[in-house]
């Protein structure tokens, strides 16, 4: 594993990364959308779980933007017309942005509540505000409507990955999947 040079594939880090993030995004929107239906005796349990995920993408996030600093992208596969290399780095680069907009908005939800911010059960940071239910009703939409456009997006994301595969039988799935860390 190199950190800098030209390269065909995704190394290790950055896969480890994108997987990991990807499953948390996804089970942190699973368990926001069925919360509603939670028994009221595990709903502060399943609602710590949800901001540990979330923040856990936080986090994962910024270890990407790190590693992208000094491990550049692989080029792209294949360009199908003169457009799509722009769409997909948009895409990616939006992904990341709401990444890290639909925890900050969960994150300031919390603190609109009044509640203190639990890292991993780790750290408690308090809330610089005191509980106001209009201000936490709109980041709870924001939060919501965020979190719906990420999940939206992904399976758009997902879509482009399975036509790369199957249509244009390109590596640009192959290189992302895991075991495959030699750069070819
Ligand atoms: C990628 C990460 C996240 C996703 C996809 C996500 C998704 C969601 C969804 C879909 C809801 C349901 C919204 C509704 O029904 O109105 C929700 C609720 C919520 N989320 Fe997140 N969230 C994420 C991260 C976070 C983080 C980091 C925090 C705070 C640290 C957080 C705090 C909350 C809170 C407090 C609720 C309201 C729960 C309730 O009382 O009903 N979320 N989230
Ligand atoms: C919530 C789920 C997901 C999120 C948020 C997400 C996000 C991202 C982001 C930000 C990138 C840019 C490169 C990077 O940072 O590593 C990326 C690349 C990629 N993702 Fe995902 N992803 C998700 C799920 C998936 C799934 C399920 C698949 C497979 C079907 C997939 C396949 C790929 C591939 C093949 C690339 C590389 C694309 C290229 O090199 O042009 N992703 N993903």
Known sequence: ?????????????????HWIAALCVLL??????IGDDIPKSMEKAVLSIHMSLGIAVLALLIVRLLWRGVSPQPALE?????????LASTSHWLLYILMAAVPVAGILLQFARGEALSVFGLVQIASPWTSDRALARSFKEVHEVL?????I???LHVVAALFHHFVLRDRTLIRMLPGRHRFE
């Not at 190199?2 to 896969?15: D, L, N």
């Not at 942190?28 to 959308?33: F, H, K």
């Not at 979190?147 to 999940?151: D, E, Q, S």
């Open 1 to 17: 594993m190199t950190p800098s040079g030209e390269q065909s594939s995704y190394g290790p880090i950055p896969k480890s990364l």
């Open 78 to 86: 294949t360009r199908f017309s003169p457009w799509s290399g722009y």
């Open 147 to 151: 979190a719906n456009a990420l999940v």
């Open 28 to 33: 942190a929107w699973t368990i926001g959308t």
């Open 153 to 155: 997006l992904a399976a």
